[in-house]
């Protein structure tokens, strides 16, 4: 039966912020669907990491390192929620010594125990991963194609990139520049199309000369060194300009995409990390759901209790981890 509630079909996996940074917001789309639409499936992808010399992107910034109770409680929670866990390590600078690293090997443990999935962006820890667990299902991070092809627009070289790297990894997350510019026009170049994610939210510009400072300034962060300066054009232009600019896909070619087969979108966090969660949830469910009519009336009405009551649950579950008492106390 079709959905009253989703926007797209119900097949579709998304790829959200939720595993070590956001988690109930998982908890809560949820806890929506099965409140008005208990038949429908919401397909969800937990990512993120604890900071190690492996993970970039999102930053818990906890002094506390996370243990086995912590792992435990994780994972229990995501059940609840029946959301698959990514665990992000998509750092640009890992060196041969950081494979030895023995806090990201410890968590790497944890998720290969509990059948997660990876996002990744070295090859070689991507190797290593595999001589772990030949069965690990490895994603290539969106990351290794901006710091190839960045501002170069080289389509048909790009195209060639991805369907080796199809050859190599599970999944290959595409570069948002390739999706606008290339692929849309022509929805034939990739290989698989069900074997490749796409980000749906992107908001940089085309050829912004900032694009990897960001994941380096957060690297950086992680490393416990001085960050360095980023000049975002975004915060210089007028809001008009950002919107006619950005790299964010609309409904439309969503639709398209998933008519031609991708059925992996990923909703990707705000560059700006301070952003309130009750305003990233309803960000993201305005990417999932219809928002129109009795639908919006119920989101607006329900949303800020459920995300109340479903952070003082993960709250309570997670009592007994010290590492979720830090960050939760903030």
Not at 217 to 226: A, L
């Amino acid at each position: 039966m079709p959905s009253n509630i989703l926007k797209y079909d119900s097949d579709i996996v998304w790829s959200l912020p939720g595993f070590f940074q956001s988690e109930t917001i998982t908890g809560v789309l949820k806890q929506i669907i099965r409140l008005i639409e208990p038949e429908t499936k919401l397909n969800i992808a937990a990512y993120g990491s604890p900071d190690c010399a492996w993970s970039s992107e999102n930053i818990v910034n906890a002094k506390q390192k996370a243990d086995d109770t912590t792992f435990e409680l994780i994972y229990e929670y995501l059940n609840e929620a029946d959301a698959e866990a990514l665990c992000n390590f998509t750092s640009t600078s890992i060196e041969k010594d950081d494979l030895n690293d023995e806090y990201a090997n410890y968590i790497l443990t944890k998720a290969l125990e509990n059948k997660s999935k990876f996002i990744v962006y070295d090859d070689n820890l991507k190797n290593y991963i595999k001589e772990k667990d030949s069965n690990a299902f490895i994603i290539a991070s969106y990351i290794k194609a901006i710091e190839k092809f960045h501002g170069k627009k080289n389509w048909q070289e790009e195209t060639k990139y991805y369907n080796e790297l199809l050859k190599d990894y599970d999944m290959v997350s595409l570069r948002p520049e390739y999706v606008k510019n290339a692929l849309l026009k022509d929805l034939s170049l990739i290989d698989d199309l069900s074997k490749v994610e796409v980000i749906i939210n992107y908001n940089c510009l085309p050829e912004c000369k900032e694009c990897l400072s960001h994941f380096k300034q957060y690297e950086d962060i992680i490393k416990g060194e001085r960050p360095r300066e980023v000049n975002c054009p975004l915060k210089f232009l007028f809001t008009k300009e950002q919107y006619n600019n950005c790299l964010a896909l609309s409904e439309k070619e969503v639709n398209l995409l998933y008519d031609k087969g991708v059925r992996q979108f990923k909703y990707t966090t705000n560059k700006r990390r301070q952003i309130n969660i009750e305003i990233r949830l309803l960000k993201i469910m305005c990417q999932i759901f219809k928002t129109d009519g009795n639908n919006y009336a119920i989101f607006d009405s329900i949303m800020p209790d459920y995300l109340g009551r479903e952070f003082e649950y993960f709250q309570e579950k997670t009592r007994a981890s010290a590492f979720y008492r830090e960050v939760l106390s903030r």
